[in-house]
C-alpha cells in the first residue's frame, strides 16, 4: 500500500507538472482528493491493516495530501497570477486618454420662455388651465361662437383657419382664446388663470409669421375689475420678464371677445426706439393683444355681467423670445439648426 500511495502521488506530481490553467487544477484536485478521489480510495482500506501499519501508512496518506494540497495551492496562485496579468494587459485603459464627449441637451428656447413667463404669472397669482380644458384641435364653438365672432368674420375663412377631417365644423385653434371659454363653463368667479399652448394659422410663412406658433392666454374675472387692474399686470409682468422697466403704450384696437381692447407695444430693443427695420422703423414692436371681457362672452357661460367683469390678454411666445434675445427671424426656432439652438 505504501507503493501503491508513492506511485499515485508520482502520477499527480506528473500531472501538476503538466498543467497550464485553473480549471485543470480542478479536475487534478478532483482526480486525486475529492471523496472519490484515489486518496481517498486508500484510507479507505485502512481498517483491514494492523494498528501498527495503520499509523504507518495513515501518516504517510496524510503527508502525501498535504504536499499536494501545497502544489495544487502554490499553482493555482500562479496560474492566477498569469491569467489575472493577461486579463489587466487585454483589458487595460489608459487614464491618460480624455474622455469621450457625450452632448447634454438642453430645453429649446420656446419652451424656456413659456416656463419663464408662466412662472411670473404664477407668482401674480394666476394658475395654469388643466390641458384637458385647452385643447388644440376644437370646435368653432369654442375657437370662434363662444368668443362672440361673428359668422361672418374672415378669420373664420379656410384662408386664415385649418378646418380638419374630424367631423363638421372642428378646427385647429387660431388662438388660445377658447381656454378662457373651458375655464369659466361651470365655475363662479373670481377666476384668474393662464393658458400656454400651440395655435395654427393659414399664414404665409416669413420672417416674422408662421403657420405653427405658441400664445399664452391670459384671463380675470372677478367684481369691480377695471382696464387699470389689466394695465398693472401687464406692465408688471413686462418688466419682471425684461428685466427692467421698459417703454410700452396701449393702442387701441378690435377684438370681437374683448370691448375695450387693445394692443400692446413695447419699444424696440433692437434700436431703442430709434427705428430700425424690425420694428419697421417706428420704434415700437407688438408683444400682446388684450381687453376687457366682453359681456356677451360672460353671458355665454353664465356669468352676470352686470355683477363681474373680467380681463384677458394674449400674447405671443416667439415674439418675446425674440425680443428678449434680440432675434430677428421666427423661422430660427423650427429649423434646429444646432448653431442656433446651443445659443440657448
Not at 37 to 53: A, Q, V
Given at each position: ?304 355681467p352686470d355683477v363681474y367683469t373680467g380681463f384677458a390678454f394674449g400674447m405671443g411666445v416667439e415674439r418675446l423670445a425674440m425680443l428678449k434675445y434680440a432675434i430677428d427671424d421666427i423661422r ?13
Amino acid at each position: 500500500m505504501k507503493e501503491q500511495l508513492e506511485k499515485i502521488y508520482k502520477c499527480a506530481a506528473e500531472d501538476l507538472e503538466k498543467s497550464s490553467s485553473i480549471s485543470e487544477l480542478d479536475e487534478i484536485r478532483a482526480k486525486y482528493l475529492s471523496r472519490k478521489g484515489e486518496f481517498n480510495e486508500i484510507k479507505k482500506n485502512l481498517k483491514n491493516l494492523s494498528d501498527e501499519d495503520k499509523r504507518v501508512i495513515g501518516s504517510l496518506a496524510n503527508e502525501i495530501t498535504r504536499k499536494l494540497e501545497n502544489a495544487l495551492q502554490e499553482k493555482h496562485a500562479e496560474f492566477y497570477r498569469k491569467e489575472l496579468n493577461q486579463k489587466l494587459l487585454t483589458e487595460r485603459i489608459d487614464i491618460t486618454l480624455p474622455g469621450k464627449f457625450t452632448p447634454i441637451g438642453k430645453v429649446h428656447p420656446l419652451t424656456s420662455t413659456t416656463n419663464e413667463i408662466v412662472a411670473i404669472f404664477q407668482s401674480l397669482g394666476f394658475s395654469v388651465v388643466p390641458e384637458e380644458k385647452s385643447p388644440e384641435v376644437e370646435t368653432e364653438y369654442y375657437n370662434f361662437d363662444a368668443l362672440n365672432v361673428p359668422k361672418d368674420h374672415p378669420a373664420r375663412d379656410v384662408q386664415d383657419t385649418f378646418y380638419t377631417e374630424i367631423a363638421k365644423n372642428v378646427v385647429l385653434r387660431s388662438q388660445t382664446s377658447g381656454a378662457q371659454i373651458h375655464a369659466m363653463e361651470g365655475k363662479n368667479p373670481p377666476i384668474r388663470v393662464i393658458s400656454p399652448g400651440r395655435v395654427y394659422r393659414n399664414e404665409n410663412i416669413n420672417a416674422r409669421k408662421n403657420n405653427l406658433f405658441h400664445q399664452i392666454e391670459g384671463l380675470y374675472v372677478d367684481k369691480d375689475i377695471t382696464f387699470g387692474d389689466l394695465k398693472g399686470v401687464l406692465n408688471e409682468f413686462i418688466r419682471i420678464y425684461f428685466g427692467s422697466s421698459r417703454p410700452t403704450r396701449f393702442r387701441s384696437s378690435f377684438f370681437p371677445f374683448t370691448e375695450p381692447s387693445a394692443e400692446v407695444d413695447v419699444q424696440c430693443i433692437m434700436c431703442e426706439g430709434k427705428g430700425c427695420r424690425t420694428c419697421s422703423g417706428t420704434g415700437w414692436l407688438e408683444v400682446l393683444g388684450c381687453g376687457m371681457v366682453d359681456p356677451n362672452v360672460l353671458e355665454v357661460v353664465g356669468i352676470d355681467p352686470d355683477v363681474y367683469t373680467g380681463f384677458a390678454f394674449g400674447m405671443g411666445v416667439e415674439r418675446l423670445a425674440m425680443l428678449k434675445y434680440a432675434i430677428d427671424d421666427i423661422r430660427l426656432f423650427f429649423n434646429n439648426d444646432e448653431r442656433f439652438l446651443k445659443q440657448f
